[in-house]
């Protein structure tokens, strides 16, 4: 699967005996509600790894799908049967880095902004 043919987010599920009290909130949801202004911010606390292809290696993750510069996702439905049976412990979001203008890639803040949001409300 080559990571600029797809786009992939995936959340990794467990079940924990944790208190939901002590999860931490990476950044305050209320920022994403503006890119322009806290797109840079937010960025910057989100872990970046590249890689040429990106492999499904977890058999304790869901991958929810969606499409080329959309945040919607196509299997929403994976995710909203098993929601209430499991306990979110890490998400991460795997993307191309598309359109390259001038050979380096500019994050589209809106995009990602759209796509943490969804995440988030699922």
């Known amino acids: 699967m080559n990571i600029h043919a797809f786009i992939r987010i995936f959340v990794c599920c467990g079940i924990f005996l944790t208190n939901s009290l002590q999860a931490q909130q990476k950044f305050d949801s209320s920022k994403l509600t503006d890119p322009e202004r806290f797109g840079p911010e937010v960025a910057e606390l989100l872990f970046t790894s590249e890689v040429y292809e990106f492999e499904k290696n ?8 969606n499409g ?7 299997n929403e439905k994976d995710w909203l049967e098993i929601k209430d049976t ?3 412990t890490r998400i991460e979001v795997v993307y191309s ?3 390259l203008r001038s050979g380096t890639y500019y994050e589209i803040y809106p995009l990602l902004f759209d796509r943490l949001n969804a995440v988030r409300v699922s």
Not at 58 to 65: G, K
């Open 86 to 88: 499991v306990e979110v």
């Open 68 to 74: 080329l510069r959309a945040s919607s996702f196509i």
């Open 58 to 65: 977890n058999e304790s993750c869901i991958y929810l799908q």
């Open 97 to 99: 880095k598309y359109p």
